[in-house]
């Protein structure tokens, strides 16, 4: 999809600021299930490692190439996550992504008003190295819906007061 005045790239490659602030690259840290996490990349990249191996805690710590790096080391038949071991690609593993993208902007105000001073734009996902690769962790038109089902979620809370 080319990027338009009535779209948005939310990627860490995007011209507008607003969709850098909302990528899975940003260091924007937030807590998931009482794990602290310095960005969504991390978390998508740390959960392809089992949950004893110490390179699962560098990417926790980690954002944007730093933490993407990381993904040429792991092994994608599955993701794991508070004991369990999720089909890697599958709609769980999805979700759980989704899951993280949520409670990531849900604990800032300030991405929160971004997402929201997105209102009547569409949102894509364009990260310059087109086309999508067939193992990527979350496809960009599942990314997107999340990040415009939660805008208009926020939308509605804020109309109604």
């Known amino acids: 999809m080319q990027v338009t005045s009535s779209s948005l790239n939310v990627s860490g490659t995007s011209t507008d600021w607003r969709g850098v602030a909302l990528s899975n690259f940003s260091l924007s ?7 602290l996490l310095a960005s969504l990349e991390g978390f998508i990249q740390g959960i392809k490692f089992p949950e004893t191996d110490p390179r699962r805690a560098i990417a926790f710590c980690s954002s944007g190439w730093d933490a993407k790096s990381l993904a040429s080391q792991a092994d994608r038949s599955a993701v794991y996550w508070a004991g369990a071991s999720i089909a890697y690609g599958s709609t769980e593993h999805h979700q759980l992504i989704g899951q993280a993208i949520c409670t990531r902007i849900e604990q800032s105000i300030g991405l929160q008003k971004v997402l929201i001073s997105t209102e ?15 193992t990527t962790s979350l496809p960009a038109t599942v990314f997107c819906r999340i990040m415009t089902d939660l805008r208009e979620k926020l939308l509605l809370k804020r109309r109604q007061g």
């Open 120 to 134: 009547g734009l569409t949102l894509i996902h364009e990260t310059g190295s087109e086309p999508e690769s067939s």
């Open 29 to 35: 840290p937030f807590v998931l299930d009482d794990i």
